[in-house]
């Protein structure tokens, strides 16, 4: 089966619906990028910490859109960007997912971990190396061809990171027996694989709650759908 026409079943009570993946370039709005063009005046900045990532407060003049200008003060914590992968079987219709400890939703009474999709800072590599890489490292897999999904601020308020999303096929089936993760990183990540009918299911039940997670399996739901011409499709 060539990666132009590979499929995914979306749905375990329906018909299984298709999608035709096609290949997609990262492209960046010049409107985007310009909007705020010569409105802000940063004046000073202060580093406020520098371990893991970098804490930085801005000092700067705003000018708002009735030409009023407003004085801010913002801080940004910055640990560069990073790149995250859904891995499929377009076979079984089945993703794999991870589940591992964080502390801030610890801190926030989840103490049973997150589940999520592979992701993992860049290091200096490229989006492509970093989620292969990350990709071997928690999930004891290799990716088939990527396919770039779009790229993200997930928390534009207060973080620099940018998110860079993607999907790919696997073969096989993974070991979920095996725990993956860097261990001299604190890393203890479990291998999980679900039909993506069975994920959708798990967001909609406040099970996943992690916003890489959810852009990216309701994005792999959504194509599917319109690609396949199909206007309404019962999912649960």
């Known amino acids: 089966m060539s990666r132009d026409h590979m499929t995914l079943a979306v749905s375990g009570r329906t018909p299984p619906v298709f999608y035709k993946y096609q290949e997609q370039s990262e492209t960046m709005s010049t409107n985007c990028k310009d909007a705020g063009k010569n409105r802000v005046v940063i004046k000073s900045t202060e580093v406020l910490a520098d371990n893991w ?6 000092e700067l003049s705003y000018r708002r859109q009735n030409g009023a200008q407003q004085e801010l003060s913002r801080e940004v914590y910055d640990h560069g960007d990073g790149a995250a992968v859904l891995p499929y079987n377009s076979i079984r219709g089945t993703v794999i997912l991870t589940r591992q400890w964080r502390l801030p939703p610890h ?14 800072l860049l290091d200096e590599d490229n989006p492509v190396a970093a989620i292969r890489r990350e990709a071997e490292e928690e999930i004891r897999m290799s990716l088939g ?4 999904v779009g790229t993200f601020f997930m928390t534009p308020g207060s973080v620099g990171e940018r998110l860079h999303c993607f999907i790919a096929p696997y073969e096989g089936h993974p070991n979920t ?4 993760g860097v261990e001299s990183e604190g ?5 999980l694989e679900f039909t993506l009918a069975e994920t959708l299911q ?4 406040g099970a996943i709650m992690d916003a890489k997670t959810v852009i990216l399996l309701q994005h792999l739901a959504l194509k599917t759908l319109t690609r396949s011409g199909v206007s309404s499709v019962t999912l649960f």
């Open 53 to 58: 990532g970098k804490l930085t407060r801005y």
């Open 187 to 191: 890393e203890e990540i479990s291998i």
């Open 107 to 120: 801190l926030a009474g989840y103490e049973d971990g997150l589940i999520e999709v592979c992701a993992g």
């Open 177 to 180: 027996e095996a725990i993956g």
């Open 145 to 148: 061809p990527v396919e770039h």
């Open 202 to 205: 798990m967001i909609e039940q």
